[in-house]
C-alpha cells in the first residue's frame, strides 16, 4: 500500500442509472454505477506527463509456469509456454520487480531464485530468457503452492501494484480443494492474478475460481501458439494499471440493506459476499486494480416503505484505496442512488435501460453455465431450454461474440424465440471456450 497524490493516479468520475420512481409500497431500488478512470499517463504517448521517463508506477508481477509432465504432450505446450513467458518479460517495463515460478507438485523459483526479485532492464530480461530454457515437464500440480509462493515474492517487494499471470493445462490434482481454496483465501487482497488454461484438460471452474477469487481475467488458449501474443496482451494490460486495491465504499441510511453489489461490465462478478464492514452503515467491496478504463456495477437496494411523495437517498457510493498508515483516500468520485415514491404508474413501472440491459446480460452468464452443466449431467432436455434462453438473450442485447460461441454447442432454430438444437458432436475446445467466456458481457448501447 502506499500514498496517493492526485497528480500520479488516474481521475475517477462516478454516473448513476437508474428510474428512482417506486409505486406504493414499492422497496427494490436498481441502479447500474459507471465508474471510469482516465488521465492516468501510463498508457500511450501521455506516460511522460506523469512519471519520469515514462515509467509508471512501481509494480511486481510474478509468472507461474505449469511445468508437470502433462505439459510435454504434445511437446508444442511446453515450447509454447516458453516463448509465452519470454514475451510476457519482453513487455516488462524497465524497473519493474519480476520473478518467474515453475509449477508442478511444488513451486519452483525459476529466475532469479533465492527468495528474491529481480529488477526489469535489458540484463535481468536476457538473463530470465536464459533461464526459461531450463524448464521442462515432470511432476504433478498443485497450484496452491505456486500462488504462496507468488504471494512470498510479490509481497516482499514495496510497491503500488502486485500481479501474477498463471498458465496451466492440466487440473489441480495433488492437493484438495480445501487447500486450493484456503490459498485463494489467504492470497485475496495481497495481489491479482490473470490465469489462463492451455489445451483442453484443464478445469474451467477451477481456472476462472483462481482468476474470480484473485480479481483478475481468466481465458482458454486452446492451441499452445496463440500464448505468447496473449501473455504479451496481459502483461502490457498490467502495465497499465496504476492504483492497487480501489474498494467501492457503499453507504446506506438506516432501515436499507444491500441485496448485492455486481460487477457487470466488463465481465459479470457478484462482490455481494466479499464486502468488509467499514464504519457505520458502510461497506467496502473490493474491484482490484485499475488503470485507464472503465467498469459498470449493478447495486441493489432494499429500502423501507414509505408514502407517496416521499423521497430518500437509498445509498451512496465513493470510491476508496487503502494507505500504508491504515487509513484511506477518498478518489474522489460519488454517486447517489435515490428513492422517490409515487402514484405515476408510468414513472414508476418503467424499467431503466442500463438495469434492464444487465440484468440480461447476468442472466445470460447464468443460463450457460447452467445449460453446460446440465448437458454434461446427461439432462438433453433442461440444457436445451436454457442453452436457448441463453441463446435469445444474446441475440437481444446485441452480445455476438457470445452468440457465435452458442452456435458452436448448439443449432439455432430460431435466436428471437430461443428454439435450438444440442449438437449431437462438439468440440471439447469450443464447448470450454463457451464456458470460460461465459461472464463477459458487452456494454449497454447509450
Not at 409500497?25 to 506516460?47: H, K, M
Not at 404508474?345 to 435501460?353: F, V
Not at 453446460?372 to 446427461?378: F, I, S, V
Amino acid at each position: 500500500m502506499a500514498n496517493f497524490s492526485k497528480s500520479n493516479v488516474p481521475q475517477f468520475s462516478m454516473d448513476v442509472y437508474q428510474n428512482e420512481y417506486l409505486p406504493e409500497g414499492g422497496r427494490e431500488v436498481n441502479a447500474i454505477v459507471t465508474v471510469t478512470a482516465t488521465g492516468g499517463g501510463t498508457i500511450g504517448s501521455a506516460a511522460s506527463q506523469v512519471y519520469p521517463r515514462g515509467r509508471g508506477p512501481s509494480a511486481a508481477v510474478a509468472v507461474m509456469v505449469d511445468c508437470s509432465g502433462s505439459m510435454d504432450y504434445p511437446p508444442t505446450k511446453m515450447r509454447g509456454a516458453r516463448d509465452a513467458t519470454a514475451a510476457a518479460i519482453d513487455a516488462l517495463r524497465d524497473g519493474t520487480h519480476f520473478a518467474v515460478i515453475g509449477g508442478t507438485h511444488v513451486a519452483t523459483e525459476v529466475y532469479p531464485g533465492g527468495g528474491r526479485l529481480a529488477t526489469a532492464d535489458a540484463t535481468t530480461r536476457e538473463q530470465a530468457k536464459q533461464a526459461l530454457r531450463a524448464l521442462s515437464a515432470g511432476g504433478g500440480t498443485a497450484i496452491g503452492t505456486w500462488l504462496r509462493l507468488a504471494d512470498r515474492l510479490l509481497n516482499s517487494a514495496d510497491v503500488t501494484i502486485r500481479h501474477g499471470i498463471l498458465l496451466t493445462d492440466g487440473r489441480n490434482e495433488h492437493e484438495s480443494p480445501e487447500d486450493l481454496r484456503a490459498t485463494l483465501q489467504a492470497c485475496g487482497g495481497r495481489f491479482t492474478c490473470d490465469a489462463r488454461g492451455v489445451g483442453t484438460d484443464w478445469e474451467v471452474k477451477e481456472v476462472t475460481g483462481i482468476a474470480s477469487a484473485l480479481l483478475g481475467t481468466a481465458d482458454i488458449v486452446a492451441d499452445p501458439a496463440g500464448l505468447a501474443a496473449d501473455f504479451t496482451r496481459m502483461m502490457e494490460t498490467a502495465m497499465g494499471k496504476e492504483v492497487a486495491d480501489v474498494s467501492l465504499r457503499v453507504w446506506t441510511p438506516v432501515g436499507t440493506a444491500i441485496r448485492f453489489v455486481k460487477q457487470v461490465a466488463p465481465t459479470v462478478e457478484d462482490l455481494t459476499a466479499r464486502r468488509t464492514e467499514a464504519g457505520p452503515r458502510a461497506g467496502d467491496y473490493p474491484t482490484g486494480s485499475w488503470g485507464d478504463e472503465s467498469r459498470d456495477y449493478h447495486l441493489c437496494v432494499q429500502v423501507p416503505a414509505a408514502g407517496l411523495g416521499q423521497e430518500m437517498l437509498a445509498a451512496r457510493v465513493s470510491l476508496v484505496v487503502p494507505q500504508s498508515d491504515g487509513s484511506v483516500q477518498n478518489l474522489g468520485a460519488q454517486g447517489l442512488v435515490r428513492a422517490v415514491w409515487t402514484d405515476d404508474m408510468t414513472a414508476s413501472t418503467a424499467i431503466n435501460p442500463q438495469v434492464a440491459h444487465y440484468t440480461g446480460q447476468a442472466e445470460l452468464a447464468q443460463a450457460i453455465q447452467q445449460g453446460l452443466d446440465l448437458r454434461k449431467a446427461g439432462d438433453f432436455d433442461g440444457a436445451t431450454a436454457k442453452l436457448g434462453r441463453a441463446v435469445q438473450l444474446a441475440g437481444a442485447s446485441g452480445n455476438a461474440d457470445t452468440a457465435k460461441l452458442l452456435a458452436k454447442v448448439v443449432d439455432v432454430v430460431d435466436a428471437a424465440t430461443g428454439t435450438v438444437r444440442l449438437k449431437a458432436k462438439v468440440a471439447e475446445a469450443d464447448e470450454m471456450t463457451l464456458e470460460t467466456r461465459s461472464t463477459k458481457t458487452v456494454r449497454v448501447k447509450k
